[in-house]
Structure formats: C-alpha cells, structure tokens
Nanobody, 118 residues
Framework: QVQLVESGGGLVQPGGSLRLSCAAS????????MSWFRQAPGEDRAGVSC????????YYSDFVEGRFTISRDTAKNTMYLQMDNLKPEDTGVYYC???????????WGQGTQVTVSS
C-alpha cells in the first residue's frame, strides 16, 4: 500500500525554524519526483519545493528560495523540508507528493499544519 506521512509541523515564531518529514512506504521514494506543496487559508495549493527523481536536482519557488532546503534520505525512504527564517505568510498546511515529474502529485500525504505567529 502506497502511503506518504508528513510530520514536523507546529507553531513557531517569525524567524524560527521547523523541519518537516515525509515518510514513504509502499514505493521507493528516490524513483519519484518528490514535491512539497502548501495551502494557506483561502488560497489554492502552491508548489514549494521539489527534488527530481533521476539526478536529485532541487527546485524552489521564489517565495522560499534561500530559506528552505529540500533533501531526501534514501536509506530511510524519507524526504525532508528544512524551513528557516519562517515568515507569517509561510503559514498553511504542507503536503508532500510523489509523481513522475516535479510539481505534480500522483500520491499525496495527509498534510501537516505549519503556523508562524508571534
């Protein structure tokens, strides 16, 4: 059974950090393009970052470039999103997804809430 499970969300003050995890089961994560998306209240889901399946290249949306870092641990079959210098506008539900290409999702996790507030 294919499953993605996110964890690591929470409440953090502006300027703080969080690390999200996305644990995959039922498939080998490194054979897929793995993406992070987020959905803020009242907004559409937006792509945040992606790590490609073939060469492991990483991509970021403009609004997180330089603050977030995506990575994967093939031994643990887990993807991560290190989020630094968080801003209130980073608040939302963060989802991980697996697909053939970046910024797409054939398999989705249930999401984890990130709230940036003082």
């Amino acid at each position: 059974q294919v499953q993605l499970v996110e964890s690591g969300g929470g409440l953090v003050q502006p300027g703080g950090s969080l690390r999200l995890s996305c644990a995959a089961s039922g498939f080998t994560l490194e054979y897929y393009a793995m993406s992070w998306f987020r959905q803020a209240p009242g907004e559409d889901r937006a792509g945040v970052s992606c790590i490609s399946r073939e060469d492991g290249n990483t991509y970021y949306s403009d609004f997180v470039e330089g603050r977030f870092t995506i990575s994967r641990d093939t031994a643990k079959n887990t993807m991560y999103l290190q989020m630094d210098n968080l801003k209130p506008e980073d608040t939302g539900v963060y989802y991980c997804a697996a697909a053939e290409q970046c910024w797409h999702g054939d398999y989705w996790g249930q999401g984890t809430q990130v709230t940036v507030s003082s």
